[in-house]
């Protein structure tokens, strides 16, 4: 049984099996109690069935390594033709305290878009009629706000505030066509503790971090550094990290 994928909607761990694909639920409440074995490549994923590969890097090797080309887009189409003729958003993300980043969608992903990446709060400052324009559009932002928030920075951030007044300062500039606040329940007095671990009960999903209670501390997990792992039951073995309130 190996971690093959994650789904931030649902959300759940995508799990092999022998007969196909299990989806493992992350709703709040959840106990999981999975030990984290190996870790090599996850394969990929054909008409619902898991094809293993053996290969040592995680969590894929370079034969089943997908990259998004649009991702990479500036205004100069990377395909061999050009498909994205459809309205894309420009938007603005908030992640506390004051980590402001720019990007692009389609407009009908946004709402969608954001929840991925477990924003805070965020701006829909203009709409253009195509990826290519609006790729532009970001790129000139980006001069000045940045395109990329890794998770590490989002999970510091776990547990406050968007500092309002920066953030209203930054919005302002744009007139925005529309606004976001989001809440993922997490109910968190501060910063969970970082850690790659598969046992503990759920608190809940920001983004593609899972959110885990274990033994008086809470860890934000990466889900995609569970992908590429083997999984065993009986919940970890590890000394983990734990919070200063574990040990009070």
């Not at 870790?39 to 994923?45: E, L, P």
């Not at 992640?95 to 709060?121: H, I, S, Y």
Request: proline share 3%; hydrophobic share 35%.
């Amino acid at each position: 049984m190996q971690v093959v994928g994650y789904d931030t909607g649902t959300p759940a761990l995508l799990v092999s099996a022998s007969d196909g694909i299990d989806s493992v639920a992350l709703a709040p409440g959840t106990e999981l109690d999975y030990r984290l074995g190996d870790r090599h490549c996850a394969g990929t994923i054909h008409d619902d069935r898991h094809v293993a590969c053996d290969n040592t890097r995680a969590p894929y090797c370079s034969d089943h390594r997908h990259t998004w080309v649009c991702a990479k887009c500036t205004g100069t189409c990377l395909k061999d033709e050009m498909d994205c003729y459809e309205d894309h958003a420009v938007y603005l993300a908030a992640f506390a305290p004051d980590t402001f980043k720019v990007g692009v969608t389609r407009e009908w992903r946004l709402d969608t878009r954001l929840r991925e990446q477990g924003a805070d709060r965020a701006a829909h400052v203009r709409t253009f009629s195509d990826g290519r324009v609006a790729r532009e559009y970001e790129a000139e932002l980006a001069t000045e706000i940045t395109d990329r928030i890794r998770v590490p920075t989002k999970i510091e951030g776990f547990g406050r505030a968007v500092d309002a007044a920066a953030w209203d300062a930054l919005v302002a500039r744009f007139d925005p066509i529309e606004t976001f606040a989001f809440d993922y329940g997490l109910d968190l007095a501060g910063s969970p503790v970082a850690e790659t671990v598969a046992t503990g009960t759920v608190r809940g999903v920001k983004g593609r971090v899972l959110v885990l209670d274990h033994r008086g501390t809470t860890y934000a997990v990466d889900m995609r550094d569970l992908v590429g792992h083997e999984l065993g039951d009986g919940g970890t073995d590890r000394d983990l990290q734990s919070s200063l309130g574990a040990f009070g």
